[in-house]
């Protein structure tokens, strides 16, 4: 078993692997509680649903057809970290703006999707 917890990542879009860059963050989408205060009191809480994400950077190779790339959707992205974990997200589009960075060749990415889970 590895102590290792960062570092080294992959991201793979419908089997595809793209060049991950930097730092990625993800969210299973579990429903988020949010407190309720009254003026005497606090009352409880209400639940609302948080919509599934990975999101980072890629490096914009030469291969990279970008309107096909931000055309992304209905597709399974798979993030695997550096601890072992995979994260993966359904049904997901592509939410990005489609800027890139000439300086370093990056460019920031966001996939959406309808489901996601941790697997270990």
Known sequence: ???R???IIELKVDGSRYSAKGNFTYNIGRNKKEGIAGADTTH???EMP???FIEGEI???NTLNLSRFLGIDN???MLRLANGKVIVLRQAWNASEGTGNTEEGNMPVRF???SAEEIS
């Open 59 to 61: 490096t914009d190779r």
């Open 1 to 3: 078993m590895s102590n």
């Open 112 to 114: 959406e999707g309808m």
């Open 5 to 7: 917890v960062g570092g």
């Open 75 to 77: 597709a399974t992205v």
């Open 50 to 52: 948080q919509v599934p």
């Open 44 to 46: 409880g809480y209400k």
